[in-house]
Every structure is written in C-alpha cells, then in structure tokens.
C-alpha cells in the first residue's frame, strides 16, 4: 500500500428529501446571551455544510439527550455513536463532565453557570453542525428554556432532543458516580432532583425509557428516529 492514498467521494448520490441551501442560522431573537460587535463580519466557507454531508454521505444534525443525573444519557450517547461510527458516519459526542473539565471549567451548578454551561454548549454543538457531524449532547440540562436556546440557534429539523426517562429512584439506585449519596447529605448543593428542579420536555423528538428498557432497544429507538428523518440511509 503506498505511503498515502486519496479516496475519491462520489457526488450527488444523496438523495435526501428536504436538500436544499442552508445559510447559517444567525437569526435568534430569544438569545440575547450571543452578543457579538458590531465589527465582527461572518466569513463564509468555500467549504460549505453541503460539500462535507455529500462527502460524508449522511446530514449532519444535534441529538440532544437529556435527563436526570445516572438517567442514561452517556451510556446512551456513546452507544448510539458506535452504532453510527459502525455505519461509517462521522460522529462526535459533547459529555457533561468531560466538557467542564476544560471549555466550561470555570462554571459551578448555579442557575446562571448552568445556563452559561449550556449557551457553550450549544455553539459548539452549532459548529460540529456545520462540520457536517453528528453530534451527540450529554447534558442534564434541566431547564426548557435553555434547551430551547440551543434549539434556536439552528433550523427547525437540526435539534433533536431525546428525553432520556428514568425516575428519579432508579438513578438514585444507580447512582452511578455516588452523587446522590452526597446530595442527600447536604454534601452537594443545587442538584438536579434534590435540590435543584429538572424540566422534562414537553415535546420531545424522542422518549427512551433508560430507565427499564435495555440499552440496545434504546440504541434502536435513536437510529430509527435518525432513519425516519432521513439524517442517515
Ligand atoms: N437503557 C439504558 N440506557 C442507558 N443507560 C442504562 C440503560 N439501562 C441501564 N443503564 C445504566 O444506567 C447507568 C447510566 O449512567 P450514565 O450513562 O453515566 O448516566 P448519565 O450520563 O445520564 O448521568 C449506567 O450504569 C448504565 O449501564
Ligand atoms: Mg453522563
């Protein structure tokens, strides 16, 4: 095999229902958190979203899975990932704690860092969006308004939040990282369930029950959602 060789992408063999030109979704009336200077001109790509989903052969899109703490979320999302990475998709998962180790480190669990946590977090997803991934988000996120932030940051169809459902005593019984342990005794202030609210989606894209249904259902669930909006063949 030589040293390095060039693959060749086949065009125009989508054929994906709704293909058409997207320009990047600046308008956001609601977000008044993405303050920018009047100084500051969008460069538009050579490049574009469209040249990157054909060479990639699927659309790019946010799976936005969300949920109590130890509800399923991660364990999900990288699930799901290898699925897709399996079907050759291009794929990146954003993790609650791997992100506050470094982008959002200086946050806490107030309700502003939380809200801040996740304006990050959704102009990151935005770029991955545009790099023609699909990027897969495991935040608790538990305020709708905040979901609903990143939500109109891109086009309607872009976000899909999939509610990762599973009562609260089940994840306390998990407690995969002994957090509620902590919690109950006062060790952790403002958590998710305890002593800090969690808003389920009112009209999520998605239910996963993660908290009775096998992971590999769920894994179904997601890729057949994927299927039915034509993000993959
Ligand atoms: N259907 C399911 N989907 C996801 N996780 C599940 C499911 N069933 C059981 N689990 C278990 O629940 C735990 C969830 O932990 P984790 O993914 O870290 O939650 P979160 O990221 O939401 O805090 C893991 O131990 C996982 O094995
Ligand atoms: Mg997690």
């Known amino acids: 095999m030589p040293p390095f060789f060039v ?3 086949k065009k125009n063999t989508l054929h994906f229902p709704t293909q058409k ?14 303050k920018h200077s009047s100084d500051v001109v ?3 790509a050579t490049v574009t979203r469209e040249h990157r989903e054909d060479l990639n052969q699927h659309k790019s899109v946010i799976l936005w899975f969300t949920g109590l703490s130890g509800a399923g979320k991660s364990t999900l999302a990288h699930a799901v990932e290898d699925r897709l990475h399996q079907m050759t998709c291009r794929t990146f998962v954003l993790d609650g704690d791997n992100v506050r180790h470094g982008l959002c480190g200086d946050l806490g669990f107030t309700e502003a860092d939380r809200k801040e946590n996740i304006r990050r977090i959704g102009n990151v997803a935005k770029l991955f969006l545009e790099a023609g991934v699909i990027v897969l988000t495991a935040f608790i996120s538990p305020f709708r308004s905040d979901r609903q932030l990143v939500r109109n940051l891109v086009h309607p169809g872009e976000f899909l939040e999939i ?3 599973a009562a609260i005593e089940v994840c306390e019984q998990r ?4 957090l509620y342990q902590k919690a109950r005794k006062g060790e952790i ?3 998710t369930g305890i002593s800090s609210p969690y808003e389920a989606p009112a009209n ?6 993660t908290g009775a249904s096998p992971l590999d259902d769920c894994v179904d669930q997601v890729i057949e959602l994927l299927r039915s909006r034509a993000i993959i063949n």
């Open 21 to 34: 030109k997207l320009e990047p979704c600046m308008t956001n009336t609601s977000d008044h958190t993405n």
């Open 7 to 9: 693959t060749t992408c």
């Open 163 to 165: 509610f990762c459902s």
């Open 42 to 44: 969008w460069h538009h």
């Open 204 to 209: 999520p894209e998605l239910i996963v029950d």
């Open 189 to 191: 202030k403002n958590f």
């Open 175 to 178: 407690d995969v990282k002994g």
